[in-house]
């Protein structure tokens, strides 16, 4: 009796298990490449994402590894299918190479996502007089 009663309750157990319903996110890139741009330039861009799994997408928080990169994440949950944006704002004041990782905390089934950002800011030309 008591292999049957645990036999029994394996089962449930198992089924219950592959009736959960998980989030994922797929980004359309997960590294934005600003290329060589000018010193205070527009510093904005986006992560693009969509919600493949088959329950709502709750992002929990985002943070980037300095304070010259400005992450906002989506406040409401992105329905299975539906698609949702990170900004991330960089500070262009700052000339030289960007290489800063942002990262995004979620209910996802990766729950922990780092997304890169890549570039240079240049300098000011002299100009002539």
């Known amino acids: 009796m008591k292999k049957?009663?645990?036999?029994?309750?394996?089962?449930?157990?198992g089924v219950g298990t592959s009736l959960a319903q998980t989030a994922k996110m797929q980004f359309k890139s997960e590294t934005i490449?600003?290329?060589e741009i000018k010193k205070g330039s527009d510093g904005v861009r986006v992560f693009e994402f969509t919600?493949?799994?088959?329950?709502?997408?709750?992002i929990k928080d985002v943070a980037s590894s300095c304070g010259c990169t400005i992450p906002?994440?989506?406040e409401s949950p992105i329905?299975?299918?539906?698609?949702?944006?990170?900004?991330?704002?960089?500070?262009?004041k700052r000339v030289g190479p960007i290489r800063k990782t942002?990262?995004?905390y979620s209910n996802a089934e990766e729950p922990t996502k780092a997304l890169k950002i890549k570039g240079k800011v240049l300098a000011e030309e002299?100009?002539?007089?």
Request: glycine letters at 8%; hydrophobic letters at 40%; zero cysteines.
């Open 72 to 74: 906002t994440k989506p």
């Open 51 to 58: 919600n493949t799994g088959d329950a709502p997408l709750v």
């Open 33 to 35: 490449d600003y290329g």
């Open 102 to 104: 942002v990262t995004v």
């Open 4 to 13: 049957l009663v645990m036999i029994a309750i394996l089962v449930l157990a």
């Open 79 to 92: 329905a299975p299918g539906e698609t949702g944006t990170i900004e991330v704002k960089y500070d262009t």
């Open 126 to 129: 002299a100009t002539e007089s």
